[in-house]
């Protein structure tokens, strides 16, 4: 049941709107030379040159989280998971929430929201550089009550996600919500063709840099680091049977490359096969060239790991001009109305996850 301290659901949106007018005044005016190129490219696009409709994404994956929390919003303890530019930890203080984590895997972006917290006057309460296994670690060693957890765009770039949602129920041992969005919606056909490209792409192409690009991850053709590990891991195996084991392994990291690698030499074959036809990550860091999972899987796990789920169908921020505008607002009109048979039209999805333990 709702908190009877959280207010109402309208009103809780109307003041989340007001943070986030705030934010976006605040960072439009603030010289963001003091964080990464990384940050600086994302941050602009996603929330200072949009006229403040880029934080609306936040505000609604904020609501979501925080909506039925039992404790009043100035009590709450939310996680921002892969909270890459700050964003969301940023607009959670600036609303009021009274413990933010911020979690990221990559230090940049670790030291840019430290960088862009001191900047506005924002304390963000923890800053964790480091995975699911390092969040847990340390809000038990800090007793952090987690509430909430939120994130946007992470779901799709965690290697193992079965292993992450049968994890996640050790963040605490009281009922907590957790809102995992993604733009990687295998539903949506027009999303789906211009991935499959991009995986194709990042599979057996080597990439030049952009503007923005994240030092940690490689540009270099997945399967042909593939193919340079098995001659390491096997320098007498034939050049054919390392072709056909660099093709076998797409969608591994390198301990399970070599895993397959020893399985081969003892059995001449292996018995990994690929998730999906184009499905592809990073070797060195097993990052998903965006993830394509059934979201039917994604709630049976999750319920296998003891949560409530469901999935529902993301809607439009209303971005460009008038027409395009237009044309959102009747996408968000339909999908409102059709629910979760309306993902085929939708931008993202959300995975909606709520634990409730026994008494």
């Not at 929330?47 to 609306?56: K, Q, Y």
């Not at 007793?143 to 292993?163: N, P, T």
């Amino acid at each position: 049941m709702p908190g009877r301290s959280q207010p109402s659901h309208g009103r809780l949106e109307a003041r989340i709107a007001a943070a986030s007018a705030r934010l976006h005044a605040k960072l439009t005016s603030l010289d963001l030379e003091t964080v990464s190129e990384y940050n600086q490219v994302y941050l602009r696009a996603d929330v200072i040159d949009t006229d403040g409709v880029g934080l609306r994404l936040y505000e609604r994956l904020l609501a979501q989280a925080i909506a039925n929390a039992a404790v009043p919003i100035e009590d709450v303890a939310l996680v921002d998971y892969g909270g890459g530019h700050g964003a969301m930890s940023l607009l959670a203080k600036e609303l009021g929430i009274g413990t933010v984590v911020y979690v990221d895997i990559y230090d940049v972006s670790c030291d840019d929201v430290r960088a862009l917290a001191t900047a506005l006057d924002l304390r963000i309460d923890e800053v964790i550089c480091g995975d699911l296994d390092d969040l847990i670690a340390a809000v038990r060693e800090r007793g952090i009550r987690v509430d909430a957890v939120a994130s946007y765009d992470v779901l799709e770039h965690i290697y193992d996600l079965e292993e992450h949602l049968n994890r996640l129920p050790a963040l605490s041992d009281g009922a907590f919500r957790v809102i995992h969005a993604s733009s990687a919606n295998i539903e949506n056909p027009r999303y789906l063709r211009g991935v499959m490209k991009a995986q194709r792409q990042a599979e057996t192409e080597t990439r030049s840099p952009r503007l923005g690009h994240k030092e940690r991850d490689t540009l270099r053709s997945h399967r042909d680091i593939r193919l340079d590990m098995i001659r390491q891991e096997a320098p007498s195996m034939s050049p054919e049977d390392a072709q056909r084991l660099a093709v076998a392994t797409r969608g591994l990291i390198q301990r399970d490359i070599e895993r397959c690698v020893r399985e081969f030499e003892q059995t001449g074959q292996i018995s990994y096969r690929p998730d999906h036809p184009t499905n592809t990550c990073d070797p060195y860091t097993g990052n998903w060239a965006e993830h394509l999972v059934e979201l039917g899987w994604l709630t049976t796990v999750a319920a296998k790991a003891g949560f409530t789920a469901r999935v529902t169908p993301g809607l439009y921020l209303g971005r460009g001009g008038v027409p395009k505008r237009a044309g959102q607002a009747a996408l968000n009109s339909v999908i409102r109305t059709v629910g979760r048979r309306a993902m085929p039209l939708a931008p993202y999805y959300v995975l909606e996850l709520e634990r409730v333990p026994a008494p």
